[in-house]
């Protein structure tokens, strides 16, 4: 069973700074990896997809990158804003796709 | 529909009785899954689905779970004989197959949040 783990758990930053979250699994067998993120009582909304071939994607200020075969991504936030505060989660997709248990990331204003 | 559609919303049930929570994917997706989310906690994987059928139910906490798929599309989970540590937030999500020139994105439905009293 893929193993998901995210460092760290918590993060607290002032507006404006850049910070990198990360991720790693156990299981480098995937199709793809995705990063989503959770606003607190409600769903999961995508943020970026990063197929198994591929080593890097962009969205905006959201930088991800791949490296598969050890197992490991990173999403990176550029000038952080509050409205980044929420719960992000990355979820590597094989026949199944785990979750670890997320880096909960406050903003300061 | 434009996305997953979970229902209902909200469900607040009494102890020892029945509950089916429902999901419908987006469609043409042939991957669904079912997770759990107690408060404050990560998602716990529950089952898996290809099509109509569930190659991996090892998240199934108890027997008292199940799910069914039918059509490959809708799915619903039923909890018999509810307890209160059932309470959660129940979320779907689904995708196309891998190799499928859509892609695989995976995309969530609002969940459901159960509360047995």
């Known amino acids: 069973k893929q193993e998901v783990t995210q460092i760290p758990a918590a993060l607290s930053v002032p507006e404006g700074e850049n910070l990198v979250l990360n991720c790693s699994f156990t299981?480098?067998?995937?199709?793809?990896l995705q990063w989503f993120r959770q606003d607190p009582g409600k769903g999961l909304t995508s943020l970026l997809l990063i197929q198994s071939s591929q080593r890097e994607q962009t969205s905006g200020r959201l930088n991800a990158s791949l490296d598969k075969s050890s197992g490991r991504s990173t999403l990176y936030i550029a000038a952080s804003q509050p409205g980044d505060s929420a719960t992000y989660l990355c979820g590597p997709g094989a026949n199944n796709l785990f979750f670890g248990t997320g880096t909960r990331l406050t903003v300061i204003p | 529909g434009a996305g997953v559609s979970q229902s209902p919303s909200n469900k607040v049930t009494e102890k020892g009785k029945d509950v089916e929570l429902r999901c419908d994917p987006i469609?043409?997706?042939?991957?669904l899954y079912w997770y759990r989310q107690s408060l404050g906690q990560g998602l716990e994987f529950l089952i898996y689905?290809?099509?109509?059928?569930?190659?991996?139910k090892s998240g199934l906490p108890s027997d008292r779970f199940s799910a069914e798929r039918t059509g490959g599309s809708v799915s619903t989970l039923t909890i018999q004989r509810t307890q209160q540590e059932d309470s959660a937030v129940y979320l779907c999500?689904?995708?196309?197959?891998?190799?499928?020139?859509?892609?695989?994105?995976?995309?969530f439905g609002q969940g459901t949040r159960l509360t047995v009293v």
């Open positions: 299981d480098s067998a995937i199709y793809n």
């Open positions: 469609s043409g997706h042939t991957a």
């Open positions: 999500a689904s995708s196309f197959n891998p190799g499928h020139p859509k892609g695989t994105e995976a995309f």
């Open positions: 689905f290809q099509g109509n059928s569930a190659p991996d």
